[in-house]
C-alpha cells in the first residue's frame, strides 16, 4: 500500500505516472533503509508512512535523520540530497505534478556525471506543463 499511489487507490487506474510514484517510494526506502509503511513509528510520532516522515524531516532540514544509520555518514550528500529530491518529486499528491520517469533518469544520471556528484543552487524541470522547482535543502 505504501508504494501506490493515492489516485490508483481512488480510480483503481494505472498509468506512467502510478509508477512514478512507486518508484520515487522505492528510493526513498533506499536513503532510509526503512519500509514504505512501519507501524512501529508510532511509538514516536504520527507518520506511518515513510512518505509523510521523509517530508517532515526534509522541512525540519534534518538529513541526517532520513540517511540510514547503517551508512555510517559514508556517503556523497549531494548524491543523497538530489536522490531525496527526485523522489520528492516522483511523489507529489498530483500526477500531473510528477515527472516522466524519462526525466527522472535524466535528472539521476546527471547527479551520478556531475563533477562533485551534485549540484548547488536550484534546477528547474518543466514536466506535465508545469515548472517544478527543485532546490538545494540542506
Known sequence: MGHIAPEYLSTGKSSEKTDVFGYGIMLLELVTGQRAIDF??????????????????????????????????????HEVEMMIQVALL???????????????????LKEKDSPRGG???STSKSHGGKNTKVTETI
Not at 55 to 66: G, N, P, S, T, V
Open 40 to 77: 512501529s513509528r508510532l511509538e514516536e510520532e504520527d507518520d506511518v508512512l515513510l512518505l509523510d516522515h521523509v517530508k517532515k524531516l526534509q522541512r525540519e532540514k534534518k538529513l541526517d535523520a532520513i540517511v540510514d544509520r547503517n551508512l555510517s555518514r559514508n556517503y556523497n550528500i
Open 90 to 108: 516522483c511523489t507529489q499528491s498530483s500526477p500531473e505534478d510528477r515527472p516522466a520517469m524519462s526525466e527522472v533518469v535524466r535528472m539521476l
Open 119 to 121: 549540484k548547488s543552487g
